[in-house]
């Protein structure tokens, strides 16, 4: 794998081919462990992960002591704040997970494998070193040894992929041991270890708890630190040219009905979902929490859906010019909104199939598929309000054709005073359209906000009502909702940041 | 849809919108009716497809009328000829698998959903529409009507993915009903109105052998366009740089060695084949049968994964320019080749882990478990060779340093005399690397021949033993070779192809 490389050369193609290998042997052996535990324990899934994180770690090392003395060249887009602080909260959440993991099994040592005693240890140093990692370095485009970043950035890419399919299959024998009369025989002979095995100590029990209720943020862990060394590996070898990226500054005064408006809706939802967790769980009250539950959604929807509509028409009107420039990172940012929409639009349309083809008797059914139409429809106005925003030239006053083209001309300090007078013009009224669309953004963002908090604290409608479970069956049910929402939690977070960026270039 | 776009505009967006959707409501209709029967059957889901033809061809028209005339440019890459022969074959063998689904559902009409018949005649007009379409348009970098093209290209793009999805699902189903202590539940279900139903005709029972036959080829043809609509997706509005593409003069003479071995391998591989082919259907001689082919299997596998490696080597020594510019057209092609080989590596990694697991006992699992690992092998190498070899500039006599860089300035009157010497030079016998190099290409591209006649003609060692069968479970094991190998197929036609252009460029 010594060869010289330029553009796409052999490192390129030996990184894409390992990254490939090492994801289709971690899913076939994952997927193994899942259907015939017998054969293949969670024991050798986890030498697996040991010896692929080892690995990982050994490369960020050599990276961090030879090569980054070598980079000159940053990529202002990537990494941006919001992917790094998420990174660093989901990483503590998980190295607390990690612990209670190490707590756990090292009661069992004395009829246990020390494997699942050795597995969390080094995922705790792994994901220790790795965020540290990405922090520091998101922004990197590497020129130095780029045969061996690239493949090493595959490898900590496939790594963490790897991690997540792991932790998903962990989530979904959890979740299959929860309902009694639903349970797989597959699921029993994976656990099979666990029953005949007694803990020492008293608190374990409570230690299992804990850690499988941290598994979701574990789970969002891998998919952040995915998306990150994907960029990563996307730069390597570019020479970023360095913008005097100035951004707009974020000033509220501009808008006022949006933010109390979103964050009323915020509150309400807020309120609604606390009444909802706590009547779930009561089998007596839990059509009444169900209702309650859909019926805030399809309020939060329908008025995000109009919002966005009513935004995408006013960038028609608008005839500000277009970004003409090709910026990777914008495209990936573009295309990493787009892939992580598809987890939720997943789950939906398999629910509308499902309680379309049942009938969508009842109230709570047919909210049900209202919610589910909705959602759908809100995601593609989205993702159209947000990419149409972010391919937008920051607003500039003189709207003389051409402008577009001389515009990267144009000195910092013009460029400045111009902003600043069309902030005063906007301030005295003058543009109602942008203000509309500030307006929209904030509004759109905070409710994108309550859509994160519901379902990243545990609101699980999915598995409250039982048609789509009766119609699929448990498993596949349970495996669609498993990868669908951490991909739609991601995507929540990933369009308030994007919207963010839309208020400021408006 | 009618925001005026530039770029990644807002036909863009509503365009990979529209397909994401088209799919994911595909996915999940397809998906019920092979779950649920009885909810969701095959009438409801071909009513969906009736609709998705009716609009593709529906658009295709509008395009040949109003949208063609306006081409001005062509990208000289995008179609190649292997492609389009490959569609035009395929549609053909598509078209005579409708024909034979007409006879067989219109003798079953009296009892029976008149949709089973619709759907045929409208698969085959959309066929035969498409594949003229695609003949001739295939080059086309659309100018005119951007929006419109790009969203009907992916509603042509998904609606070539969904009736991918829905033959794999037949084809599934059609394997299922044939071990008889098999059967799954929910098959019995799906195909319940075949079996109460009874055909007025007496030949109805050849009808349907004989349209289950050409299923696989229906699922290349969709493979092909698919991947078709996809490049001329991304040739929307592209404006393709008139290269005087000259090709290099095919020219067997330069090579020896590498097509009499080739050819000797391609006959011995379809001797053993026919071998295989009579012999697995007899119980007795059932375990000769897997034998002679896995032997003949491991020897093709092992001496292309040498070649190939000592072409790597090759081409590492040799320290010809790199293609500097970035070719998009170029890209996709390596895109499309390193996905199509995902298809076979699922297979071997899922046969390597369960029979791995399984301890490989008999000569026939430790025959398979080898063929399984070096297949891994040879696909890593030949998709290193083959991206090693496109990404070279063709040769050139003169090697100074800079010459990468002015090669594109050269006349093609020069350029061209420059090669006729350096082959002048090259039959002379002076550059024993380049001749190695053809005569590997010519080895490897025969050796990619008899590897795709035997899938393609029916070889299915994978269901003729039963390691993985009973390891995984038939249902998962049917879906992994049925998703995997049209995959698989696809991508020993296409490294044939590529193949054929690194022995014209080295």
Same mark, same amino acid.
């Given at each position: 794998?010594?060869?010289?490389?330029?553009?796409?050369?052999?490192?390129?193609?030996?990184?894409?081919?390992?990254?490939?290998?090492?994801?289709?042997?971690?899913?076939?052996?994952?997927?193994?462990?899942?259907?015939?535990?017998?054969?293949?324990?969670?024991?050798?899934?986890?030498?697996?992960?040991?010896?692929?994180?080892?690995?990982?770690?050994?490369?960020?090392?050599?990276?961090?002591?030879?090569?980054?003395?070598?980079?000159?060249?940053?990529?202002?887009?990537?990494?941006?704040?919001?992917?790094?602080?998420?990174?660093?909260?989901?990483?503590?959440?998980?190295?607390?997970?990690?612990?209670?993991?190490?707590?756990?099994?090292? $009661?069992?040592?004395?009829?246990?494998?020390?494997?699942?005693?050795?597995?969390?240890?080094?995922?705790?140093?792994?994901?220790?070193?790795?965020?540290?990692?990405?922090?520091?370095?998101?922004?990197? /485009?590497?020129?130095?040894?780029?045969?061996?970043?690239?493949?090493?950035?595959?490898?900590?890419?496939?790594?963490?992929?790897?991690?997540?399919?792991?932790?998903?299959?962990?989530?979904?024998?959890?979740?299959?041991?929860?309902?009694?009369?639903?349970?797989?025989?597959?699921?029993?002979?994976?656990?099979?270890?666990?029953?005949?095995?007694?803990?020492?100590?008293?608190?374990?029990?409570?230690?299992?708890?804990?850690?499988?209720?941290?598994?979701?943020?574990?789970?969002?862990?891998?998919?952040?630190?995915?998306?990150?060394?994907? +960029?990563?590996?996307?730069?390597?070898?570019?020479?970023?040219?360095?913008?005097?990226?100035?951004?707009?500054?974020?000033?509220?005064?501009?808008?006022?009905?949006?933010?109390?408006?979103?964050?009323?809706?915020?509150?309400?939802?807020?309120?609604?979902?606390?009444?909802?967790?706590?009547?779930?769980?009561?089998?007596?009250?839990?059509?009444?929490?169900?209702?309650?539950?859909?019926?805030?959604?399809? +309020?939060?929807?329908?008025?995000?859906? +109009?919002?966005?509509?009513?935004?995408?028409?006013?960038?028609?009107?608008?005839?500000?010019?277009?970004?003409?420039?090709?910026?990777?990172?914008?495209?990936?940012?573009?295309?990493?909104?787009?892939?992580?929409?598809?987890?939720?639009?997943?789950?939906?349309?398999?629910?509308?199939?499902?309680?379309?083809?049942?009938?969508?008797?009842?109230?709570?059914?047919?909210?049900?598929?209202?919610?589910?139409?909705?959602?759908?429809?809100?995601?593609?106005?989205?993702?159209?309000?947000?990419?149409?925003?972010?391919?937008?030239?920051?607003?500039?006053?003189?709207?003389?054709?051409?402008?577009?083209?001389?515009?990267?001309?144009?000195?910092?300090?013009?460029?400045?005073?111009?902003?600043?007078?069309?902030?005063? @013009?906007?301030?005295?009224?003058?543009?109602?359209?942008?203000?509309?669309?500030?307006?929209? /953004?904030?509004?759109?963002?905070? @409710?994108?906000?309550?859509?994160?908090?519901?379902?990243?604290? $545990?609101?699980?409608?999915?598995?409250?009502?039982?048609?789509?479970?009766?119609?699929?069956?448990?498993?596949?049910?349970?495996?669609?909702?498993?990868?669908?929402?951490?991909?739609?939690?991601?995507?929540?977070?990933?369009?308030?940041?994007?919207?963010?960026?839309?208020?400021?270039? +408006?």
């Amino acid at each position: 794998g010594a060869a010289p490389a330029a553009g796409h050369g052999g490192g390129w193609t030996l990184s894409v081919i390992l990254c490939v290998n090492i994801l289709i042997l971690g899913a076939a052996l994952i997927s193994c462990s899942a259907v015939n535990g017998a054969a293949v324990t969670p024991v050798h899934r986890q030498i697996f992960l040991i010896v692929l994180l080892s690995l990982t770690i050994l490369w960020m090392l050599f990276y961090t002591i030879f090569t980054r003395r070598a980079v000159s060249s940053k990529d202002s887009h990537a990494g941006p704040l919001w992917l790094r602080v998420g990174l660093v909260l989901f990483g503590l959440l998980s190295l607390i997970m990690d612990m209670f993991m190490i707590a756990n099994y090292s $009661g069992r040592l004395h009829c246990d494998s020390p494997v699942k005693v050795a597995f969390p240890c080094i995922q705790a140093v792994f994901i220790f070193f790795q965020t540290y990692f990405l922090w520091i370095h998101a922004k990197d /485009c590497v020129q130095l040894h780029k045969d061996l970043t690239r493949c090493g950035l595959t490898v900590t890419l496939s790594c963490n992929l790897v991690l997540w399919m792991s932790a998903v299959v962990e989530e979904y024998n959890h979740h299959t041991d929860a309902p009694e009369n639903l349970t797989v025989r597959s699921i029993q002979r994976a656990s099979f270890g666990d029953h005949k095995c007694k803990c020492s100590f008293t608190s374990c029990g409570v230690f299992k708890e804990a850690y499988y209720y941290l598994y979701p943020f574990n789970i969002e862990y891998s998919l952040f630190a995915s998306a990150m060394a994907y +960029v990563m590996w996307k730069n390597v070898g570019r020479l970023a040219e360095e913008h005097a990226h100035q951004r707009p500054k974020f000033r509220v005064k501009d808008v006022s009905v949006g933010p109390v408006a979103g964050i009323l809706l915020v509150l309400t939802g807020l309120a609604t979902f606390i009444v909802y967790e706590m009547q779930v769980v009561e089998e007596e009250q839990k059509n009444t929490a169900l209702l309650i539950h859909f019926i805030t959604n399809i +309020v939060i929807v329908s008025l995000m859906s +109009v919002c966005t509509a009513a935004g995408c028409l006013l960038f028609c009107l608008d005839q500000r010019p277009h970004v003409r420039e090709d910026n990777p990172t914008r495209g990936l940012d573009v295309g990493l909104l787009v892939g992580a929409s598809m987890g939720q639009l997943v789950i939906s349309y398999f629910s509308v199939v499902a309680l379309a083809a049942e009938g969508a008797e009842g109230h709570v059914n047919s909210l049900n598929l209202a919610w589910a139409v909705l959602t759908v429809v809100q995601l593609g106005m989205q993702n159209l309000f947000v990419i149409a925003g972010l391919h937008r030239e920051p607003y500039q006053e003189s709207r003389a054709p051409g402008t577009g083209a001389n515009g990267t001309a144009l000195s910092p300090v013009r460029k400045r005073r111009k902003r600043s007078f069309s902030l005063a @013009a906007c301030r005295h009224g003058i543009n109602w359209k942008r203000r509309l669309l500030k307006e929209i /953004c904030v509004f759109v963002l905070l @409710a994108n906000i309550i859509l994160w908090i519901m379902p990243a604290f $545990g609101a699980r409608p999915q598995f409250d009502q039982t048609v789509e479970i009766h119609f699929y069956g448990f498993t596949m049910w349970a495996a669609i909702v498993n990868i669908g929402l951490p991909f739609g939690i991601f995507y929540r977070m990933h369009s308030v940041a994007s919207l963010f960026e839309v208020y400021l270039i +408006v």
